[in-house]
């Protein structure tokens, strides 16, 4: 294949980035990586690229790095080709498309820690939704404020939802289930023994949001190699707007009208660690969470993460809160291959298990 020009390739990146209103200094990437490499002399773009030389010069990182070699190479960047697939396709239809792929929710709550309502009635809710299955995640111990469930409690409520999934619709079934905290040290806040038992465990941090960089990091890190963690919750923690009336959730009693920046964790490696331990980042529906942002969905799509479109629903009517993810995974090229609830019950529960 005859080499493609690399600049072009660079600078198409840029306005497709500026078209989609991405942050501005992920286009200026692009941009300051197009200028740098502009101002050589004819040859010298492909003599470093051979070396691998091309990020010892300011302004070119790994990412527009690996665009370059692959334009040289004869290859539509893969970063290129994500947007240009995305970009002109209708993002209705695909949002429309993966969310009826979808058939369950991984992550909800009950009145037995935090929701509004009995198991029963967001069984019921999912049902009438056209959902095969629902993983009921109540929250663990430490998180008092959300009334967490003791090892004690989970264990009874892992009776009680046995005794529920007898009288639901055949065809239907709640998925046992936990939104564990991540504690401080990675550890996760539930006897390994439950955590073993649970068919689906979704780990979020809820505490110690603030932490630095390198501390949110291992922190994250340790709990994604924690042979238990399935899927990495709302993994940077922020609010985007105020909680919808009547909708209360951990760490925001009384402060309702509070929004959170992103924590500070390197998403590369997260999502590395990821996408190597099969742990699924969650897409959050929540619309006052929208967690991660788009940016951060597409670079874990990059970095061949499994995603769950979540709604993380405290109350039957937000269970049909999954279109909005599913716009926000469509927008990034978020294909419905790579979303785990759209998955079979059986195969859900199958792949989090061979993890253990
Ligand atoms: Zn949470
Ligand atoms: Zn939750």
């Not at 080499?3 to 286009?27: G, H, Q, S």
């Not at 969650?282 to 479109?309: H, M, T, Y």
């Not at 109350?315 to 419905?336: I, K, N, S, Y």
């Amino acid at each position: 294949m005859s080499a493609r020009d690399p600049i072009a390739d660079l600078r198409r990146i840029a306005f497709l980035l500026e078209r989609a209103n991405e942050a501005t200094y992920r286009v200026r990437a692009f941009r300051s990586a197009a200028k740098a490499l502009g101002a050589l002399p004819a040859g010298a773009v492909a003599d470093r690229a051979r070396s691998g030389k091309l990020t010892e010069l300011s302004g070119v990182g790994d990412v527009t790095a690996r665009c370059v070699v692959e334009s040289l190479a004869g290859e539509e960047p893969v970063y290129l080709r994500r947007l240009v697939a995305t970009e002109g396709t209708d993002l209705d239809a695909a949002a429309a498309a993966l969310r009826d792929a979808l058939r369950g929710d991984c992550h909800t709550h009950s009145d037995w820690s935090d929701g509004g309502s009995p198991i029963e009635e967001m069984a019921l809710a999912a049902v009438e939704l056209g959902h095969e299955y629902l993983v009921l995640t109540d929250h663990s111990p430490r998180l008092t404020v959300a009334r967490g469930l003791t090892a004690e409690r989970l264990r009874r409520q892992l009776d009680h939802v046995a005794a529920v999934n007898e009288a639901l619709p055949k065809g239907f079934r709640i998925l046992t289930g936990i939104e564990v905290d991540i504690l401080a040290d990675g550890s996760l806040d539930q006897d390994e023994e439950l955590l073993a038992r649970l068919d689906v465990v979704v780990g979020s941090v809820h505490s110690g949001l603030n932490d630095d960089r390198a501390k949110m990091t291992r922190r994250m890190l340790t709990a994604i190699a924690n042979p238990h963690l399935d899927i990495l919750g709302h993994c940077t923690g922020r609010m985007v707007s105020s909680r919808p009336a009547g909708v209360t959730g951990p760490g925001d009693r009384g402060h309702r009208a509070r929004t959170r920046k992103e924590s500070d964790f390197d998403a590369d490696a997260v999502f590395a660690a990821c996408a190597e331990h099969g742990v699924a980042v969650e897409i959050n529906s929540r619309p006052e969470r929208q967690d991660p942002p788009k940016r951060l969905i597409r670079r874990a799509l990059e970095a061949g993460c499994w995603f769950a479109v979540n709604t993380d629903a405290h109350a039957p009517g937000q269970l049909d809160w999954q279109r909005f993810g599913c716009e926000r995974a469509a927008l990034c090229g978020v294909p419905p291959n790579r979303v785990v609830n759209t998955w079979k019950a059986d195969r859900l529960v199958k792949w989090a298990h061979t993890r253990r």
